[in-house]
């Protein structure tokens, strides 16, 4: 063979470039956290302090609490995961980064979608799904870029000097294939404009989507490419080895098997079917097993290593980071027990678990990796050490305040929530509990202040230690030999380890999905492909194993079992619910279909993200039921789109608002929310009386809503805005006789609309239940 | 197709055939992880301290 040696130089400046977009908009994502922290303490924050009248509508939580998010995971986490995993890639494969061309259109591309987020949101552009507000062009722009960050990883994966694939880069697979499967089912739409879409999944098949996205945006956004980056970079801080390769692999398969399945458990106690909150509530638990293994996995890294904890700051922050990973994968499936999820869910413990994950964890490990990578990248050393433990002190009692105050704050909200008297009545009033929790949500600011202080703190010290300094690329002297798989692609997915539990799980699908005789069929096929798979197993171990190792070798076939494992949960989650014909699978309640105007003041309610502090939900809870009234069944948000059952009630559920109280009452409230609710802290939303309702685009919205299935009747244009125009003029005149004087064309009249009509059924019977037919199913078991 | 997502016996049986699934595949990738050669670990888990530091002044790529 002819071995040909070459010096390769990496292309570090993508990994330079990465980290600095890091550091600047870690800074705008934790200020832009703070700045709601302080709001939900004042409300006057919401722009009346900065001279905005009542507040300015670009400032309220509702448009800024996305901003945060978004912020925090795709600009901050997302930048820092692409800087990691350029660096790691390019060492563990030996070879450069595929094309500089690809990796220039990914970095200035995704600095150009978070600029589009940063102007949108805070206009109120958004789709209302958590994590995924985005409007659908940039949405379009996502997957555009992502395509392209995958195109030049699978390239460079095929270009590789090395023939083995490093766990780590199990990792970064797992993630560039489920984000993408992720991010497309959850984003799909039909635009009504160049600025508005409806999710083509509405009510609960909705929710289900949501949270099978959003719960794994945390999987593998959030949790396996900075455990990838944990896999590369602790090793090389602690210069040893990962402790236990083994445990590497088991952690890394069952994470993926099993993390996919957890979504529902943030829909327990809801209309959501009942097997598939037992399904999410198990598969959590299960969760257990892979994280914790992969946290003592990282931390016995450090053996031998943990002295330099003291000195080193890299080796402080991963240490630090993947504990608060242990940490909040340990509550998390407590939190997922329908029992403890009774009390923690829309409260601001579930707050609390998540920055321990966010700030603790992505974090820290970002704050390891700067540190680390710094000094390489420039040829330099840190400027200031001390101001590294200075961040790390401050970032430490941050989280710790945060995370304290909001299980103070959660725990006494749920329980006070829970108290009933001995005469059956609730013990307190919403605005009680919001009042009592009020000092801990001016803690929680003080801690994510401290945090954001540390992070400044390392931004001025990498710049201190940086300028100046020439960037310098790392280079590698390799024998460049063409890595021939030892299998081709056909061979390895034809093979009798895919192929017969395939087979077999295709049988078990077939029995589960046809009637009758087939179905009987479908099941004999699984059982009869399990006793094969069993037996071949056996008799061909070697063979088997032989495939495994020539697997690890061949990352095409690899990432399309990865791929099987991360999507099989989801469909056996989403298309039942999906593919059910949903009218008819109601229980006794079909929701009434809005009017116009109600449509329009929906999309209001969706576009000032009302969902960030209100959920429509009432859970099958007796406090919940006393509180907020008869529990929500699946009929009644059938026809949302998009759902708004919400995660977070720092007001109250809103799902039987309709008729509750007169349009009077809704008008002032929304103007001024403390002349009637003292204590409120909700903004004023009084802009909504000076902006014009947009009557022109009703009907293109309408027109979706039927192509959706909502069962609107044949209306011309006029015949919408007709409508809209006579109920407004009708909610106005009403106003009117309370003295009050609204401009019938305004989206404050629409909004209130939409609240009157929340909660509005109608009763049906369902179909008559005939053996072996599709029945309807229910949220009880 | 649904028949069985509203029969009680699903609610119960569902999860434990996950679990079970689960607990199968958990099971095999143990016993491979376990068989594995200790020559193929140690180079498996060596493969991110193997890259030779050296630098270069960055240049017009």
């Not at chain 1, 998010?69 to 350029?86: H, L």
């Not at chain 1, 690809?102 to 150009?112: K, T």
């Not at chain 1, 200075?390 to 909001?406: D, E, P």
């Not at chain 1, 349009?663 to 009637?676: E, G, V």
Request: charge should be positive; aromatic fraction near 14%.
């Amino acid at each position: 063979m002819n071995l040909n040696k070459t010096t390769i130089e990496f292309d570090d400046r993508s990994v330079r470039r990465f980290l600095i977009a890091t550091l600047l908009w870690g800074v705008i994502a934790l200020l832009v956290g703070v700045i709601i922290a302080f709001q939900l303490h004042r409300w006057q924050l919401n722009g009346k302090e900065f001279g905005g009248g009542e507040g300015l509508a670009w400032l309220t939580f509702g448009r800024l609490r996305p901003l945060h998010t978004n912020a925090a995971i795709f600009a901050f986490v997302g930048n820092m995961m692409f800087a990691g995993i350029y660096y790691s890639t390019q060492r563990l494969c030996k070879c450069r980064m595929a094309s500089d061309l690809l990796s220039g259109i990914h970095f200035w591309g995704w600095q150009a979608i978070i600029v589009c987020a940063a102007v949108t949101l805070p206009l109120g552009l958004t789709r209302g799904k958590e994590y995924a507000e985005l409007i659908w062009p940039i949405n379009v722009l996502v997957a555009l870029i992502w395509v392209v960050f995958a195109i030049n990883f699978f390239l460079t994966l095929k270009r590789r000097n090395e023939p083995s694939l490093y766990v780590a880069l199990w990792f970064y697979i797992a993630t560039i294939i489920t984000v993408a499967m992720l991010y497309i089912v959850n984003h799909l739409s039909i635009p009504t404009s160049w600025i508005h879409s409806y999710p083509i999944f509405g009510g609960v098949q909705d929710a289900l989507v949501q949270w099978w996205y959003g719960h794994n945006a945390v999987a593998f956004f959030l949790t396996t490419p900075i455990l990838g980056i944990m896999y590369y970079f602790m090793p090389k801080a602690a210069e040893r080895p990962v402790y236990s390769y083994r445990l590497s692999i088991v952690h890394f398969w069952s994470l993926v098997f099993i993390y996919i399945w957890a979504g529902p458990h943030h829909l327990l106690n809801t209309a959501l079917p009942y097997w598939l909150q037992m399904l999410g509530m198990l598969f959590s638990l299960m969760l257990w097993a892979p994280s914790w293994g992969g946290m003592l996995n990282g931390l016995l890294t450090l053996r031998g290593a943990w002295g330099k904890l003291r000195t080193d700051p890299v080796i402080k922050f991963f240490a630090a980071g993947v504990t608060f990973y242990g940490m909040s994968t340990f509550e998390g499936p407590l939190m997922a027990i329908r029992t403890v999820n009774a009390l923690s869910h829309y409260s601001d413990w579930t707050i609390g678990h998540v920055h321990s994950g966010t700030l603790g964890w992505n974090g820290f490990m970002a704050a390891g990796m700067i540190y680390y990578l710094v000094p390489r990248l420039w040829k330099t050393e840190l400027a200031k050490p001390s101001w590294a433990n200075m961040h790390f002190w401050l970032g430490l009692v941050g989280i710790l305040i945060y995370i304290s105050a909001m299980w103070v704050s959660g725990i006494m909200q749920g329980l006070m929530l829970n108290q009933v008297a001995a005469d059956g009545s609730l013990k307190y009033q919403f605005l009680d509990t919001l009042k009592a929790i009020r000092p801990l949500m001016l803690f929680r600011a003080i801690g994510g202040t401290l945090y954001l202080g540390g992070f400044i703190l390392m931004v001025v010290n990498v710049w201190l230690s940086v300028r100046k300094k020439a960037p310098v690329n790392g280079t590698i002297e390799v024998v460049v030999a063409p890595i021939n798989p030892k299998s081709s692609f056909w061979k390895m997915i034809f093979a009798e380890p895919v192929l017969f539990p395939v087979f077999a799980i295709t049988g078990y699908c077939l029995w589960f999905l046809l009637p009758g005789v087939y179905a009987w069929a479908g099941l004999v096929l699984g059982v009869d492909m399990t006793w094969r798979t069993i037996w071949l197993f056996i008799r061909h171990k070697e063979k088997w194993s032989a495939w495994y190792d020539s697997l690890l070798e061949n990352w095409a076939p690899f990432s399309i079992l990865v791929f099987v494992a991360a999507a099989a949960g989801g469909m056996v989650q989403i298309i039942p619910t999906v593919m059910m014909n949903h009218a008819k699978n109601v229980e006794d309640r079909l929701q009434t279909v809005y009017t116009p105007l109600e449509l329009m003041g929906r999309d209001v309610y969706v576009s000032e993200g009302c969902y960030n502090c209100h959920s429509q939900q009432i859970r099958m809870l007796v406090p919940d039921v006393l509180r907020y009234g008869d529990y929500s069944r699946l009929g009644e948000s059938i026809f949302d789109y998009p759902h708004q059952w919400g995660s977070k009630r720092t007001g109250p559920d809103l799902a039987r608002e309709g008729g509750k109280r007169n349009n009077t009452w809704q008008f002032q409230h929304l103007m001024d929310p403390r002349a009637l609710s003292a204590g409120s802290n909700m903004p004023s939303y009084h802009f909504l009386n000076d902006t014009e309702a947009d009557l022109k685009t009703l009907p293109a919205r309408i027109a979706v809503q039927q192509t959706l299935g909502v069962p609107y009747p044949p209306m011309t244009d006029d015949v919408i805005r007709q409508k809209a125009i006579e109920q407004s003029v009708a909610i106005a005149q009403e106003l009117k006789t309370n003295g009050l004087y609204v401009d019938p064309n305004r989206q404050i009249v629409a909004l209130i609309a939409y609240l009157q009509k929340l909660g509005k059924f109608d009763e049906v019977t369902p179909p008559e239940h005939i053996p072996g037919t599709p029945v309807p199913i229910t949220a009880q078991p | 197709m649904f028949k069985r997502l509203s029969f009680e016996t699903w609610d119960g049986w569902t999860p434990m055939v996950g679990f079970a699934l689960t607990a199968v595949a958990f099971t095999i990738i143990v016993i491979r992880a376990l068989r594995m050669k200790k020559g193929e670990i140690q180079h498996m888990a060596n493969l991110p301290l193997e890259e030779t530091p050296t630098t270069t002044e960055e240049h017009g790529h």
